[in-house]
Every structure is written in C-alpha cells, then in structure tokens.
C-alpha cells in the first residue's frame, strides 16, 4: 500500500470522480492553472480545461448562488474555498437556499454541492484565515459536516460526498494536509457517520476533533509508558455524528473527554457531553471534560498563536485530571 499526503489523497479522489461523471466541475479563487492555493486541483485542469476548472473572481455568494442553481440543475458543483473563512461571505445563500432546497421542494431537488476549504490555527495565518466554523454548520439542518484527519479518511470521505445528493462541508485542516499515511489503490468509500477507533483503551475515552486526533494521540502514547490506557476516537464527520460509538467507549471506559481546537461555547464538545449525559449518564464515573482553544480571536504572532490552541502537555494533564476524579 502507497503513502499520500492528505492533499494528494483527496485530489486523487477528486480527480477520479471527474472521469467517471462529467457532471462534476471547480470553481473556486486560482483552482484553474495555478491548481489551488492548498494544491487542491493540481494536474487537474490540464485534463479538464477551463470548463470544469472555473476561475472566478474574489465574490464568494456570486458562486456559491451559481453552483447552488447549478446542482439543482442536476451538475455536481465542487467550491474550493481556499481558507474555509471566505465561506462567510455566502451565508445567506447557504443556510437559505443550499442548506433548505430538498426540504422546501418536498425532496424534488437535489443539493449534491460540495464545499471545500482549510480551517484551524496553524502557520501564522491570523484571524481571517483560520477559522473552523463546524459548530456553526452543524447547526444547520441540512449540511453533512465532514472533517478528516488523514490521507486514508480524506479520500474515502471525499469520495462519498461526491457521490451524494445533500450539500457537504469539506473541512481540511491546515496542519493536516501534508500528513502521510497508507491509502490504497483500489476503490473505497466511507459512509458518513461512522467514528473511528484510532486507539483502544480502558480507562478513559478521549474524543477529538480535526487536528487534535494526533495531539491527543500523542498524549496517550506518552502515558502509555506508565501504564494508562485511553481509548481515542476520531468523530470524521460531525453532521451526522455517530454518538453510538463514544457511547459504546464510555460504558466500556467510564470517563469522557473531548479535545477540540474551536471554541467552548456552543462547540461540538458541549453538544456531545449532553448526548453523552443524556444517553449514557449511568456509564460515567466523573464528570465529562472538554479541552478547547481559548475562546478568543486567532493572533497573528507565532508564539501567542501557539499559546490558543491546546498542545499535548495540556492534553496530558486533562486526562490525568479526569481520571483523578
């Protein structure tokens, strides 16, 4: 089996649903000859050309409302958003015709639009370019939220939301796209709503979100060495959520933690501690935790842009804490 980077993974996927269905075209800011600002479309416009590749000029709700009548249409739109921040900008097109149209046509009209940009802290990018947002969207009935952590989840969902009839948000994190692991040759997909197991372990559950599946990765192999066993759980897609699965963790484990670079308030941590308490309040031994980034804008400043988002040391004494209770 042959190692990918995450970007490479998910072009490979893009590129081969290109050649099964000509319905499926880019649009997006540089995703034509210069092949993406993330290398997204590389390769891809010398075999597609300019009709599938769109350039477009810097008006996010202009596009987003042309792919939104395009898909109704019955093409597959794919919008590279380059930094998911620039998303904002069509919000309205968004929550009222993308995210609504299956429901207010009674199921007549298809939404298969997907949409695809970085998010998260890394790299000095600021305020303006590293935003998440999934809490946001997930709110939104209608969305499937989809956020991979690796070159092997990236192109199996990829490839699930371009065969799809729902509006999927895409999100790739910036400190994730050159990241290898073992992605093979032959076809697969992978359902949305189904987590993943990445480390088993009985002593605690963590759940984490996007970049902080490795660091908390991390975390357990370092109290690995004396003996503590954490379970860790990838969600991969948030919209659905498989709560099922971090239920079945915390019966086996008892605790619960979830680690999560977005902000506490109205996050994803705080809507799976209420399932969690809901669903499974009789499985628990403490009190849920949530490790977030601090709720404050991104700084622009390497070090105090480190200092934001939760690193494995912080993540390490979160899990003590919570097997301390």
């Known amino acids: 089996m042959r190692e990918l980077t995450f970007t490479a993974a998910a072009r490979e996927a893009l590129a081969e649903e290109m050649a099964r269905d000509p319905s499926i075209f880019v649009v997006g800011e540089g995703v034509g000859a210069r092949g993406g600002n993330f290398n997204t479309t590389t390769g891809l416009y010398e075999l597609y050309g300019p009709m599938r590749l769109r350039d477009t000029p810097i008006v996010e709700r202009g596009f987003i409302g042309m792919c939104t009548g395009a898909a109704m249409t019955g093409t597959r739109p794919v919008v590279d958003f380059m930094f998911v921040d620039f998303i904002l900008d069509a919000m309205g097109e968004l929550i009222n015709q993308v995210a609504k ?9 298809k939404m298969p639009l997907v949409l695809r940009g970085s998010i998260g802290i890394s790299g000095a990018s600021a305020t303006h370019h590293s935003g998440s947002y999934f809490p946001m ?17 990236a192109k199996g969902l990829f490839k699930t939301a371009l065969r799809g009839d729902d509006p999927v948000i895409f999100l790739e994190h910036k400190a994730l796209l050159n990241a290898k692991a073992q992605v093979p040759e032959e076809e697969y997909f992978i359902p949305f709503g189904q987590a993943a197991i ?36 990838d969600p991969r897609t948030l919209a659905p959520l498989d709560i099922a699965t971090i239920l079945q963790s915390v019966h086996k484990t008892g ?36 490790l977030n980034g601090v709720y404050t804008p991104t700084p622009y400043s390497p070090p105090l842009e480190a200092a934001v988002v939760p690193n494995t040391t912080q993540i390490v004494q979160a899990i003590r804490d919570l097997l301390a209770e």
């Open 101 to 109: 149209i299956q429901y207010m046509s009674s199921g007549r009209l």
């Open 137 to 153: 969207f997930v709110n939104i009935p209608g969305f499937r939220v989809v956020v991979p952590t690796n070159a092997y989840d």
């Open 198 to 233: 990445v480390r088993e372990g009985t002593q605690a559950t963590a759940v984490a979100v996007g970049s902080m599946v490795r660091r908390t990765l991390e975390a357990c192999e370092a109290l690995a060495g004396e003996g503590i066993s954490i379970e860790v759980i």
């Open 255 to 290: 605790r619960l933690l979830i680690v999560d670079e977005t902000f506490a308030p109205c996050g994803i941590g705080a809507e799976i501690a209420a399932q969690v308490a809901a669903h499974g309040f009789d499985d628990l031994d403490a009190p849920i935790q949530r």
